[in-house]
């Protein structure tokens, strides 16, 4: 365990569903639940040695983490994904402990999830959409500085292990240089004294998450996560409702959506208060197109024209000259990926073109 030096993220046992909702979740406030799964059989796994004990031959897919230069760089430069157990990754390290490959939103492994009960806290929102991931990685290993594109919450519990976490809220875009939904601010070669001065710049908090306790990422924050000693987490996304189930899986992502979504988290919000700034993004979706970028275009519009009007200030988005490159990977892969789907032959036209799908 490594004491938290920052203690700027409350931590809380014994919160109540009620609390948890409206102090935390509606606000948008992160907060540590120290006894999330308390006298469940997952908290024996107290170390390494008991995870290699329990899980050891459990299959992983072990690839690179979240690092912004997939975007920039060719498939040739990264190490491919590979299967190992959790024995054979763990031995890895031994070998390499300075290796970038990690176990990184695994599906959860069946093992693991017969070892806690999903939390009442999961009830937010649609309890079928709930997904469970699992982190295994090695000291000195990372995560860089972005958001998740689901739009979900997110229950971060650390089985064993202690990780850096910064969580940055979605306003805070103007100051982190964002390309889709990554930062081009590289935390991860900072010194200790830039990264904290940058965070607190950006109106970020930070924790040490140790054993035993688990963090809540409400949905749409930026983060960055750095381990600090090899470890094994779970993460229970939940919390999505038809309308962010909708901007996180149809539309593609930048962090216009990403401030737009973050005020849609609350279904009764958004009929209240944004029931027609969401109908311009849905119809902005289905409007015909002739190409991909007409259809990116059509789009970025419509998130203009909505983050407009639904934006309590006026913040700009500082922009930079990306390489021609990297530009086309980062948003045409994503946006063939979000509306490809639509396209449908028309020879009547002699080409491709745009169709509402049904």
Request: proline share 5%.
């Amino acid at each position: 365990m490594i004491e938290d030096r920052f203690q700027q993220i409350p931590r809380r046992a014994d919160l109540s569903q009620e609390e948890f909702e409206q102090d935390f979740l509606l606000q948008r406030k992160p907060v540590i639940l120290t006894d999330l799964f308390k006298e469940q059989p997952i908290q024996t796994l107290v170390n390494i040695e008991s995870v290699r004990r329990q899980l050891g031959e459990i299959p992983l897919v072990v690839s690179e983490g979240t690092r912004y230069h997939h975007l920039a760089q060719t498939d040739s430069y990264l190490q491919p994904a590979r299967s190992l157990t959790v024995n054979d990754y763990l031995d890895s390290i031994d070998r390499d402990p300075e290796t970038s490959l990690l176990c990184s939103e695994n599906a959860l492994p069946n093992e693991i999830q017969a070892l806690f009960t999903i939390p009442e806290y999961c009830r937010f929102g649609d309890w079928d959409d709930l997904t469970a991931r699992l982190f295994l990685g090695n000291a000195g290993n990372y995560a860089h500085l972005h958001f998740d594109g689901d739009f979900r919450q997110v229950l971060f519990y650390q089985i064993c292990g202690s990780k850096r976490i910064a969580i940055v809220p979605a306003n805070a875009a103007a100051k982190l240089l964002p390309n889709q939904q990554w930062s081009l601010v590289c935390l991860e070669h900072f010194s200790e004294a830039e990264k904290d001065a940058f965070i607190a710049y950006a109106g970020g908090v930070q924790c040490i998450l140790n054993p035993g306790e688990a963090l809540f990422f409400p949905a749409a924050v930026w983060h960055y996560v750095e381990y600090l000693t090899t470890g094994m987490s779970v993460a229970l996304r939940f919390g999505r409702n038809r309308y962010t189930k909708f901007l996180g899986d149809k539309c593609h992502l930048n962090s216009k959506l990403q401030r737009i979504a973050a005020k849609m988290i609350d279904e009764q919000t958004v009929q209240e208060r944004y029931s027609q700034e969401y109908e311009i993004i849905q119809q902005a979706f289905y409007q015909p197109a002739q190409t991909l970028g007409e259809k990116v275009r059509q789009m970025s519009m419509a998130y203009d024209l909505v983050w407009n009007a639904i934006a309590e200030t006026v913040e700009p988005v500082y922009q930079i000259s990306l390489p021609d490159r990297l530009a086309q990977t980062a948003l045409e892969i994503h946006a063939q990926h979000r509306y490809g789907n639509l396209i449908q032959p028309i020879p009547q036209f002699g080409g491709w073109g745009w169709a509402s799908a049904n």
